[in-house]
């Protein structure tokens, strides 16, 4: 791991800003009224704060303000309402178990929603030790207003000032992520590859990838001043993610028989010059990721371009005096994966040059697609909460679990003699996930995190008694803290247990031992029946729904299929239904693949035959990689090799997609394709071209007309025989998948 460039990234990104605004957003009430000696108002105003910081996640500008101004009018009336039933355990148990359950259930409204559900949840866990009557009760829910208040206006007010900077931010982290999808793509090149390890690891990645994208398109693409492309940097970003996201189908189109090069090429050292080469791109998108983010222009040294020119150089010297008539199509794969290589190293170069945001290089700018078409909308419509109130729903069955489950803890915490109970329901409630891998893998990190976190905490309080000291202490914990919290949960716990204890140990000075064995019992407690009601209670497995992802993938790299097939057939392509067809064939590609990597933390008895699943899996990432190389060959070549003869390995290769559907989604229907293709006339006229390429060599002729075409048409023939035949194996091993 380079350890600088990972310092580099950090300090830049948008997830250290978060921590910094959330710490001074939650800090700055207490310090400024403890100077008017009103530090337990400052603590509620503060408690206010925090809540709306939940809510305050990276999106569009307005969905953030509407987020928190949601959250403002609901944490508040749940703050009045906690306070006027917590002195009765029986209210307060009914509200538990309603809040739970409605706040559970909007996040059928999306990730904002959802956050904003928990905010309301633990403004209400943080309530039910306060016994506030009368005026006492309004004043304190005044208190939480304020510091709702106060952070919007904060988080607005930073925002104004830099209205792009968490766009440069976020499209760094994405452009980073492409790299890294390089660098595991690099390992395919290694001498002793590992195949199935760097799939999995390619599938991993993919996620990654597909999460960032995600947010650069929500940040861009639902910016209204974005989208006017009424600034430089505006147009500066948009050209720069579409770009990226070229760039990254450039780098799956880079996809071949790894076993046939390795087979051909594995005495030599050619394949590891490549890997060298791939690494280096590798890198050189690290650096315009660092330098987007940071607001600075990066430089292209030049010296990519000078290693391309001479691994180039080496292989044509290897290729001729290696070439003969049985190893030319290995010399052709060589030659076209150098072409990628070339192309990419192009894109980068060009990337290089938006980060001078330069206005002459934007007025180049061609007229975007129609952005609407490549983001999601999600309407606030209660139809989509009717049709979730049933056991079908799986979170539906997520909102009975967290109601119950915290109900058994609110009487788990008024049995036991625990100190600071309502950490247990808080426990709980951050604990608690959709997914059973989720809630596993969280609940586990949670607990290690608090142990681990504990005990730093105490050795902190044992070594330094200077309050000033361990107050400074306390805001270094608390940035990490809220830095790391989306991307490292357990560390972030880690962060965050010292920095609760150090906050109690300064607002009442109690002992600290106490603290810590309160801390630590109470999330033991809360882990337990977590487990619990993750395991029993409605569980969602997932392979009850892992079918609806293989459905959705098998579906969309179609349609990405029939959008780039189209242009070999005679018709025009149509820029803006490839590009929505290739974002669907992705996403569909990494929900599929994120499925999957749940499935594999489940019990073994719940997983439905995950090695065929793998196999799914990896041939659907094949499939939408061919699909792509094939897309490369559109723009230069489609015109040229358009014939009607595609078009019965095109209908073969989509009848077979639908078999695949059919036998997947259990409809009824005899399949409409045949075992093979009774006449490709593609693959006749491939053979031909080769055997006549053959004869040339043997006779000694090195460049020729036919070499020149069978170097064009050969890769757009056999990515269309290498498609029609992933097509086949999907089928095959969706119906062994169905079938055991």
Excluded at 215 to 234: A, H, M, N, P, Y
Excluded at 342 to 348: E, H, L, P, Q, V
Excluded at 364 to 392: C, E, G, T, Y
Excluded at 565 to 579: I, Q, V
């Amino acid at each position: 791991m380079d350890y600088i460039k990972e310092y580099k990234s950090f300090i830049s990104s948008h997830y250290l800003s978060d921590g910094v605004r959330i710490t001074a957003g939650i800090v700055l009430p207490a310090i400024v009224l403890n100077h008017f000696n009103l530090l337990a108002v400052g603590v509620v105003v503060s408690l206010g704060a925090m809540s709306v910081s939940i809510t305050d996640t990276p999106g569009p500008i307005h969905h953030r303000k509407n987020g928190m101004l949601a959250c403002i009018v609901i944490n508040t009336l749940m703050a009045l309402l906690t306070g006027l039933v917590a002195p009765y355990h029986l209210l307060l148990g009914v509200l538990i178990v309603v809040a739970c359950f409605s706040f559970s259930m909007i996040a059928v409204y999306g990730a904002r929603a959802n956050s904003i559900g928990v905010s309301a949840l633990l403004m209400i866990v943080l309530n039910i030790s306060d016994h506030l009557t009368g005026w006492n009760l309004v004043i304190n829910a005044g208190y939480i207003l304020a510091g709702a208040v106060w952070y919007t206006l904060l988080s607005l007010l930073l925002y104004s000032f830099r209205p792009y900077k968490l766009a440069q931010q976020a499209l760094g982290d994405c452009i980073m992520a492409t790299a890294d999808y390089l660098r595991v793509r690099a390992a395919f090149y290694e001498k002793e590859v590992d195949y199935e390890k760097t799939y999995q690891q390619m599938m991993e990645q993919q996620i990654v990838l597909h999460t960032e994208q995600n947010l650069v398109r929500e940040l861009l693409f639902k910016s209204r001043d974005v989208i006017k492309e009424s600034t430089t940097t505006g147009r500066t970003l948009l050209m720069m993610f579409t770009d990226i996201v070229d760039l990254f189908e450039r780098t799956m189109t880079s996809y071949h028989d790894y076993k046939a090069l390795h087979d051909a090429f594995n005495d030599n050292d050619i394949l590891e010059q490549y890997r060298q080469l791939i690494l280096e791109l590798a890198n050189e998108l690290d650096e315009i990721g660092i330098a987007v983010k940071s607001g600075r222009e990066s430089e292209d040294t030049g010296l990519l371009a000078a290693h391309i020119s001479t691994t180039t150089e080496y292989f044509n010297t290897f290729r001729d005096a290696n070439r003969t008539a049985e190893n030319v199509d290995s010399f052709i794969s060589m030659r076209h994966i150098l072409n990628s290589i070339s192309d990419i190293a192009g894109r980068i170069h060009t990337l290089h040059l938006y980060t001078a945001y330069d206005k002459e290089l934007t007025k180049k700018m061609a007229r975007p697609v129609d952005l609407d078409k490549f983001i999601s909308h999600q309407a606030i419509d209660w139809k989509v909460l009717r049709d979730n109130l049933s056991f079908a729903s799986n979170n539906f069955r997520h909102a009975l679990r967290v109601s119950i489950a915290t109900l058994v803890g609110y009487i788990v915490s008024l049995l036991l003699p625990v100190g600071h109970s309502y950490w247990i329901l808080l426990t709980i409630i951050v604990i608690l996930k959709p997914a059973y891998s989720l809630t596993k893998k969280r609940n586990y990190e949670r607990l290690v995190g608090t142990i681990l976190g504990a005990a730093v905490g105490m050795l902190l309080l044992y070594f330094i008694h200077d309050n000033q000291v361990l107050f400074i202490i306390m805001l270094v914990l608390m940035i990490g803290t809220y830095s790391l919290l989306r991307t490292n949960y357990m560390i972030s716990v880690i962060f965050m247990t010292p920095y609760i204890l150090l906050l109690f140990h300064l607002l009442s000075n109690a002992n600290f031992q106490t603290i810590i064995i309160d801390r630590v019992t109470d999330t033991a407690i809360a882990s337990v029946i977590a487990f619990l009601a993750n395991l029993i209670l409605l569980p969602a497995w997932e392979q009850e729904q892992v079918s609806s992802y293989m459905l959705d993938a098998i579906r969309s790299n179609k349609k990405y299929f029939t959008a780039i097939a189209a242009a070999f057939t005679g018709n025009p392509a149509d820029n803006t239904l490839y590009k929505v067809s290739r974002k669907d064939a992705f996403v569909a590609l990494a929900n599929l693949s994120d499925a999957f990597t749940r499935m594999l933390s489940e019990p073994k008895s719940k997983q439905k035959n995950s090695t065929r699943l793998h196999q799914f899996v990896v041939l659907n990432h094949m499939l939408t990689s061919h699909i792509a190389t094939l897309s490369y060959y559109v723009k230069p070549l489609s015109a040229k090799f358009a014939s009607p003869d595609f078009i019965p390995l095109i209908n073969n290769t989509t009848a077979r997609l639908e078999d695949a559907e059919k036998i997947i989604g259990e409809m009824p229907g005899e399949a409409v394709a045949p075992e093979t293709l009774p006449h490709n006339i593609i693959q006749q006229q491939l053979q031909h071209l080769l055997q006549a390429r053959r004869k040339e060599l043997q006779q000694g002729i090195l460049q020729s007309d036919t070499q020149k075409i069978l170097t064009e048409f050969k890769p757009i023939a056999d990515q269309f025989n290498f498609i029609d035949n992933i097509a086949t194996d999907i089928k095959k091993t969706g119906m062994q998948w169905m079938e055991e």
